[in-house]
């Protein structure tokens, strides 16, 4: 008898809708990008921790594997359409952040989905967001009140936006979306 693929048809057209709604999200803060690193660089840790969006709302909609990755590379797709020149950083982003997302849920074999499992991933990711940036976009000659709120906003970013995912695809799934 044929094993039903993990990646059905349905499951990937959730996906797809949830990769285009908040790839549009992603599109729109990668609009905000340049003004905020000029005006007020101590918050970009809440503007980029938005892409987390895709594959926590997936997530917790389908629970299912692949299906992080998947949105998050729909919601790169669509962010790029606003600003085509930052395609590849948008790819990369939804790559990273994917993969982080699985990787967190392959650590559980796809068998828990408590909060604490994606405030987990989302910590991991804020982290390595904040040490990376921090780097690439010279925030160490800020003043120390600045790098200091610009490292917690970019670790609390994420989580912020995976609590906020959380209720949605939870909504969703009340709503019916992951029903078989």
Partial sequence: MPRTPVLTTRTLLVCAAIGVATGILGGVAGLLTPVVLVTAPFVYGLLLGSHVLPGIIAQEVLRKPLVALVAHLVAALVASAFNPAWALRFIGTALLFGLIQEGVAALTRYR?????????????????????????????????????????????????????????????????????
């Fill in 112 to 180: 828990a989905w408590g909060a604490w499992r994606f405030l987990l991933s989302a910590v991991v990711i804020g982290v390595i967001v904040a040490a990376v940036v921090f780097v690439a976009a010279h925030l160490g000659t800020l003043p120390a009140w600045a790098q200091i709120l610009y490292l917690a906003i970019s670790v609390l970013g994420p989580v912020v936006w995976t609590l906020i995912g959380l209720a949605i695809g939870s909504s969703l799934r009340r709503a019916g979306v992951a029903r078989r």
